[in-house]
DNA sequence: TCAAAAAAAGAGAGCGCTCTCATTGACAAT
DNA sequence: ATTGTCAATGAGAGCGCTCTCTTTTTTTGA
């Protein structure tokens, strides 16, 4: 099943003489190389180096002649040889738990296509399970990335430790880590959650809820800190909480299977994530007859894409998404050119609510 | 709240004399290299490197003493240095137009975490645009990738000829390519679509139509000439076939709005993909009060994980996701090992549908 | 007119690894 | 004692690039 493929080797026959656009390389990657070019223009590799890079002395006429025969011989530069060299990648590493999570996979494409505009490259690396975690987190840094992208709650201390050693900064995306080296970019859970109390309270609800995921995640915790803060200081009790398992749909669902006897005791609900907020909104329709948001507003947390559909025409508070990328990106290009990047935590303020369809206006 | 964590920088303190834990390594990445360790044990680099690496000729004490004290020295092989001479990289390169998109993601999710299990690494690339994406391959060949998996349909002949020339071999993952060359998995769209019209049939309708994607991507194709097809075969008039202009939800919510006076010719859709299907229904529902199924039965492709969400509960005819991306491991991995992989292209049968609430059963 | 400065090009040493080839013993065969 | 074999190790040449240091060429100023 193996041992015969005649075609291909033919060519090798040809390649013996007149061929210039097979340059030399005897068997390298099978591209040109600089050495290629330098062979072929009768100059040295140095200067054919020289014209590919920038502030170097170098004639405009010399570099013009390099990088116009460069093209016509298809070259392209080696990234292991460079980084080789210069002990820089341009690899970004990201690691994510769950890239299949409407949240995650909204960042996930802004940031790749963002990432290749400013000419670095991303590595996706899943932070699954804390047990492959760490052997993750090894073959991500075998490649020396500028930088690491932390969108998983996950990482040990261990882990944290070594990418401190090799000097790989972590940039920590829309959650806080107790490492006081890592840079962090996030939004303000706490004041957006206030907003939601304002909203629920202003349009007339007085005993309020909290969904929250159930776990020590920091966007949870500010999201919950902020609701209950702002409901306190509005003078009314303080919301119940209801604990989920985590931030998905099937969390939602579990989470209002469990809630039952407590429904009738509340008359709204802000959820720790959108997700949450569908799953549990989904379950309680269609298990109770709960009627949202005639017997209960709810309201999510993100604005995915879904949020928006009429099927589900949720209220939500919005994560500025576009903006935390942003951040991230700046922080990115200034971390891979060795600049000092200060503050290290950004706080993108919130952008407020949408309100749709599953929160009423009592008065 | 961040800056009391005194246990763990003291040892920096003991760092100054008898520490053999740091070698050598001047300027180095930051890291211990194997002529760290062979300084270290006053053993030959060359046999160093072979205590790492198999099928080599080392005794079994040397290999131990070395990768003890390679753990010792908290060694990590340089990925660059390596594949630089190696010429292999152990990189799979992903082209993916729509992260952002349930069944995309979804994939990827399982994939990324696939590959890292056989050792090798992703990497992105946003394939969004016809023109950037041609720098976007760029980008990605530089990298040498052991191959590139392609879910994008944008793939010019000119960046085919580069990755074919390179000897990167080209994965396409639920499409077919022109190229011959191209290594493939699929699945058995027509077929899948033949049980969709079978389902419909059977079950009482008439009159059935098509939602096309309206491109030429593959997927649409065969779905929709498997459904036609069937539906002659059974003696049927012909699927009325409606445009739509994509895959997405909102390409399904326009296709709504352009349909109406299609509507009451019809009895029932299948959807050339889950996210069109429930533009589709959302749309019609709030737009006409269409009545699902009563009115119309509506059928999606893909049986992505909201599909079975109680508020979307949708009839669905299921890709085989996880056998297609077993194939596609089982190539990656063949071809990342130099073996020849026959058939190139593979097609996974069609696991059949979920029945779910928005078909009806006439009959 | 000629030294000094500036510009341009060349030489060559790495970066950290792999891999071929050469060298060294130990031990069995002659 | 001599040769051959084989396991184990060592030496060293790349892989394709960057970057420092020289050397060569051109420009400039008194």
Redesign the interface.
Do not use: C
């Given at each position: 099943?193996?041992n015969d493929?005649p075609a291909i080797s033919e060519d090798a026959l040809t390649d013996g003489t007149a061929v210039p656009t097979r340059a030399a390389g005897k068997r390298?990657?099978?591209?040109v190389t600089l050495k290629d070019i330098a062979l072929d223009l009768d100059i040295s590799l140095a200067t054919v180096a020289r014209a590919f890079q920038k502030d170097t002395i170098i004639s405009e006429e010399t570099r013009q002649l390099v990088l116009r025969r460069a093209e016509q011989l298809?070259y392209?530069?080696?990234?292991?040889?460079r980084?080789?060299a210069t002990?820089k990648?341009r690899i970004v590493g990201?690691i994510m738990s769950?890239?299949?999570?409407?949240i995650?996979?909204?960042v996930?494409?802004?940031l790749?296509?963002r990432i290749?505009r400013i000419?670095m490259?991303?590595?996706?690396?899943?932070g699954?399970y804390a047990q492959?975690f760490d052997?993750?987190l090894?073959?991500?840094?075998?490649?020396?990335p500028d930088a690491i992208l932390v969108f998983s709650g996950l990482l040990s201390e261990a882990a944290i430790?070594?990418a401190k050693?090799?000097?790989v900064p972590l940039i920590y995306f829309n959650r806080v880590s107790?490492d006081?080296d890592a840079y962090g970019v996030g939004c303000d859970n706490e004041a957006g959650a206030a907003l939601v109390a304002d909203l629920l309270i202003d349009s007339g609800h007085e005993r309020l809820a909290f969904l929250s995921s159930g776990n020590d995640a920091t966007t949870n915790i500010e999201r919950m800190t902020g609701f209950v803060e702002r409901t306190r200081m509005r003078g009314l009790p303080a919301p119940k909480i209801i604990p989920a398992t985590g931030f998905s749909?099937e969390d939602g669902l579990n989470a209002a299977l469990a809630a039952r006897e407590q429904l009738p005791a509340i008359d709204s609900l802000f959820c720790a994530s959108d997700l949450l907020a569908?799953g549990f909104?989904?379950?309680a329709?269609?298990r109770f007859g709960l009627r949202i948001p005639e017997e209960l507003s709810i309201v999510g947390c993100q604005n995915i894409?879904?949020a928006s559909?009429?099927?589900?025409d949720l209220t939500t508070l919005c994560l500025p998404i576009e903006r935390m990328v942003d951040e991230t990106l700046a922080m990115l290009s200034s971390l891979s050119q060795g600049q000092i990047v200060e503050p290290r935590v950004v706080r993108v303020p919130s952008t407020g609510i949408t309100e749709r369809g599953t929160t009423a206006r009592k008065k």
């Open positions: 099943m193996s493929r390298s990657y099978g591209r298809g392209r530069a080696n990234v292991f040889a980084s080789l002990r990648t990201v769950s890239v299949n999570s409407p995650y996979s909204e996930l494409a802004k790749s296509e290749h000419d490259s991303l590595m996706l690396i899943p699954s492959d052997a993750s090894q073959t991500l840094m075998a490649y020396s430790e070594q050693h090799a000097g107790r006081p749909y569908l909104a989904d379950e329709r269609r894409a879904l559909w009429s099927s589900h």
